[in-house]
């Protein structure tokens, strides 16, 4: 079996991860638009860890933290492009990514109740798209009594309930194993 390793996005190169978060022409652009990567000099041979580094090195904090910030949405929308065939638009990159961490700086330092509102107003649930299904999940640790709880929900794209299952397990999870729980028993 052949294995197509170009780079989806040119079709010119190898998709290392060094292509595909720094050196593909789309990117570039996007490297151009920011003056804190201008006096970052990539050697032809430096691994992505070694590009980090030396950003980390050069950088002031926040630069650094945008940066990491938008080569996340870069592998978003590459994946994006790759799996559900979306546009990579670049041009979105660097407003998300200014956006996100806004954003996340203000959820850490706002209170309790502002939190509640903030959440409800961005986290609006959106139906699937036609002929798919949605599942939700939801748990949460009673770690003094050693039990989980999950909550499971699946939808439709008209938001019709099909299965839902709440679900008091004991066990002693971390925080991780029991999202994953909630999402195998939904499966
Ligand atoms: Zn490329």
Known sequence: MQI?????????HPETIVHALWSCY???????????LMNIKVAKNMQFLDIMILCISIMRTEEFELLCMMLWRVWFCHNGMIHDSKLFDVSE???WATSYIVEFKRANTMDVREAGKWHK??????????DKFKMNTYAAIQSEVGRVGVWIIIRDSTGNVLASSAQNIKAEFSPTIAVAVALLRGL
């Open 26 to 36: 789309n990117i570039k652009g996007l490297r151009s638009a920011c003056d804190f």
């Open 4 to 12: 197509n390793v170009s780079c989806p996005i040119c079709g010119k």
């Open 121 to 130: 107003q961005l986290w609006k649930w959106c139906p699937p798209i036609a």
């Open 93 to 95: 990159v660097m407003p």
